[in-house]
């Protein structure tokens, strides 16, 4: 096997092959080779025969290969990887070819069977269970920081370099080990609503009549209400005094000056009460 570090070209160089795919992984030298292929299987579907729907969107191949995409849980680690990566070269960590179809391998296959780059038998890519990368961002070179760095930090996300121990080593080849466990992410604080919002009924003020809105209602204080109140809890108060008690209990009344109804005070409220102080205050 040719030494690490010596120069087999990067990815980009060697993607568009004469015979127009990127180098794939060997054929699996032994049984248990394809046994270990087989272990990574997942779901009720074949190798290279995932259906998109079934897995998640990991970003658009930067060799001009499409939508790309990986298991799940894969691109959660993937997503986490790029963050550090990003943090640390001030770039994105860019896919060259995650999940790969069961008819891509076919056809990479036969041309590596006629003397072409070499490529997995058909079934036992790890690219065809959506669990593997081939990265560029310099992380497809031999010698680089970026490749250095993915070597000893991909492990901790999960990502191993498996095509370092390829017959023709590919810098560019991680293989998803399944092992990366998301940090948990702290609750955040929930923003502290001020008593007036928690109120349950306002009272607001326009042209000098009085309205109390609550969250389901809204109610004219005027001489109908006043004499229903009478009617059936006996209450004896002008209109004067009653407005005194509402004030006593709900605050000094908000003067409306907005545009919106009444009625359409009430339609806000029925659904939003933060929007419901907002725009009665006018902001």
């Known amino acids: 096997m040719a030494a690490l570090g010596a120069s087999v070209g990067t990815l980009s ?12 992984r060997p054929e699996p030298s032994s049984p248990q080779e394809a046994r270990i292929a087989a272990s990574r299987a997942w779901g009720e579907y074949a190798n290279g025969r995932i259906p998109p729907e079934a897995m998640s969107f990991a970003g658009v191949s930067y060799l001009g290969y499409g939508d790309q995409y990986l298991r799940s849980d894969a691109l959660v680690s993937y997503q986490a990887l ?133 969250e389901f209602t809204s109610q004219l204080i005027d001489a109908t209400f006043l004499a229903e109140l009478k009617s059936r809890f006996g209450v004896s108060a002008n209109l004067g005094t009653l407005v005194a008690a509402l004030k006593k209990q709900y605050g000094e009344p908000i003067e409306f000056t907005g545009g919106d109804s009444v009625e359409v005070l009430t339609r806000v409220a029925n659904y939003n009460r933060l929007e419901l102080i907002a725009r009665i205050q006018g902001k």
């Open 13 to 24: 160089d060697r993607a568009y092959a004469a015979d127009g795919f990127m180098p794939l």
């Open 82 to 214: 790029n963050n550090a990566f990003q943090e640390a070269f001030g770039k994105p960590l860019v896919i060259g070819e995650a999940y790969r179809s069961y008819e891509r391998q076919e056809v990479a296959y036969a041309k590596y069977l006629a003397g072409g780059p070499e490529a997995a038998v058909p079934g036992t890519s790890i690219h065809g269970w959506a669990l593997a990368i081939d990265f560029g961002s310099r992380v497809d070179s031999y010698g680089t920081p970026e490749k250095a760095w993915m070597n000893s930090t991909g492990p901790a996300f999960g990502w191993q370099p498996r095509g370092d121990t390829f017959r023709k080593p590919e810098a560019w080849h991680f293989e998803y080990d399944e092992s990366y466990v998301p940090v948990p992410q702290p609750e955040p604080e929930p923003t502290p609503i001020p008593e007036e919002i928690l109120t349950d009924m306002k009272l607001i003020t326009r042209n000098g009549s009085y309205w109390l809105i609550g």
